[in-house]
């Protein structure tokens, strides 16, 4: 899988650590051969994806979209939005550094690419689950 990080923010990201934290995912979820596409931006950004996708003029943190389902070396599985405004709001509130925050937001936008959501308890649970799982293992 080929992973590219963009920042549309002009603030340095921890590249080598998502890039490591999302190759200790794939260890053990197997995505299909392909491309994904994390790209950081602000919450003026993610307010307009948010509003045209899910009908809420808000920001959030982590948008996720999955774009091609066939395995090959020219697909994209997805790309994954992450807002580094309301990423340092969330790392403030949980009394998180800031990278940690960010990984957590990468871990949960390529979970939701692999297929897992949190629209229900039960899978909310699942997918919680999975997200603490792989980041304790990437932090061992």
Same mark, same amino acid.
């Given at each position: 899988? /080929?992973?590219?990080?963009?920042?549309?923010?002009?603030? /340095?990201?921890?590249?080598?650590?998502?890039?490591?934290?999302?190759?200790?995912?794939? &260890?053990?979820?197997?995505?299909?051969?392909?491309?994904?596409?994390?790209?950081?931006?602000?919450?003026?950004?993610?307010? /307009?994806?948010? @509003?045209?996708? /899910?009908?809420?003029?808000?920001?959030?943190?982590?948008?996720?979209?999955?774009?091609?389902?066939?395995?090959?070396?020219?697909?994209?599985?997805?790309?994954?939005?992450?807002?580094?405004?309301?990423?340092? @709001?969330?790392?403030?509130?949980?009394?998180?550094?800031?990278? !940690? #925050?960010?990984? @957590?937001?990468?871990?949960?936008?390529?979970?939701?690419?692999?297929?897992? !959501?949190? &629209?229900?308890?039960?899978?909310?649970?699942?997918? #919680?689950?999975?997200?603490?799982?792989?980041? &304790?293992?990437? @932090?061992?």
């Amino acid at each position: 899988m /080929r992973l590219n990080i963009i920042s549309d923010i002009g603030k /340095r990201m921890p590249q080598k650590k998502i890039k490591a934290l999302i190759a200790c995912i794939e &260890e053990e979820e197997e995505p299909p051969d392909s491309t994904v596409n994390i790209i950081f931006i602000d919450d003026k950004q993610i307010s /307009r994806l948010n @509003r045209e996708f /899910r009908n809420n003029p808000n920001p959030t943190d982590v948008l996720s979209f999955n774009l091609d389902y066939d395995a090959g070396v020219d697909s994209v599985l997805g790309e994954i939005y992450i807002s580094t405004d309301t990423a340092g @709001r969330n790392a403030a509130q949980s009394n998180l550094t800031f990278t !940690d #925050e960010i990984l @957590r937001l990468c871990c949960h936008g390529f979970l939701h690419l692999l297929g897992y !959501d949190h &629209e229900k308890t039960k899978d909310w649970q699942v997918m #919680e689950k999975k997200e603490n799982y792989y980041l &304790e293992k990437f @932090r061992s």
